[in-house]
């Protein structure tokens, strides 16, 4: 199997750049995910913004996680299915931020976190107009796409510690599920490892990588390239040793923004009514998404496409 990509954003700047443009493509089309590497975003801040999440991890979160550990496992002799070996909080930066609410966080963590935040954001959306070059959309389609009512993309981060488990066989870190939203930044301990992508039918590990930001596909995309793109199912494995820490940032749509295949994308790959994916606000996917996170996305978009049949008043096929 080919090796998961890695590219390097430095390559964009000179010659090689159709290539590294290439490498985006197959990565977008083939595996649902990629590492980035010389993003931009400075080694100091990163190792910071890590020293400090792991910090806040021991002096804040972890008697409640030990307490939640104490009885996860208890009686289980066979697989948890309904619980997850890991220790998260939310920060919410777009349509507005939440950071100064968030209680618990250091001043000093609390500006760190929002300065990391803002060039996530920076690179998310230089990210995207990437994707546009490839796809061929014009300049600005997919953020455009990703502002809804109030003119804003919603944009939060979700940081999270997997600690060492005593028995990995029975509960995941995170168990698998296609990510919602629109672009997802991971940047991911470069120690601990445990994050998995389900390619052609096998897991493969997403390799730690010192200074990285690992990218990821979401449902949206796959919606708005009509398939071309996809979102990948994913997981956290939990590991017997080492606490792995994870900062996992959501560039998603606006709550009423209308999510549709791009016309473009839709005349050139298929003709017939049933290849097309739905049209639906984003609110509503994420009201379905929110009980059905860990199960399969197909069945979302058919939901998500009898209620768009509904809306205009066409009968549904009841066979
Ligand atoms: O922690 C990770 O590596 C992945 C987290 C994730 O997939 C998610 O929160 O959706
Ligand atoms: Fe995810």
Redesign the pocket.
Known sequence: MASFPVINMERLEGEERAAAMELISDACENWGFFELLNHGISHELMDKVGEMTKDHYKKRMEARFQEFASRALDGADSGIDDKDWESTFFLRHLPASNIADVPDLDDDYRKTMREFAGELEKLAERLLELLCENLGLEKGYLKRAFCGGDGLPTFGT?V?SYPPCPRPELIKG?RA?T?AGGVIL?F?DDRVSG?QLLKDGEWVDVPPLRHSIVVNIGDQLEVITNGRYKSVM?R?VAQTDGNRM?I?SFYNPGSHAVIYPAPALVEKAAAKESEVYPRFMFEDYMKLYLRQKFEAKEPRFEAMKAMEAVAAGSPIATS
Request: no cysteine; glycine share 0%.
């Open positions: 979700k999270s995170l599920h990510d991971l991911q994050l994913h956290v994870s996992a």
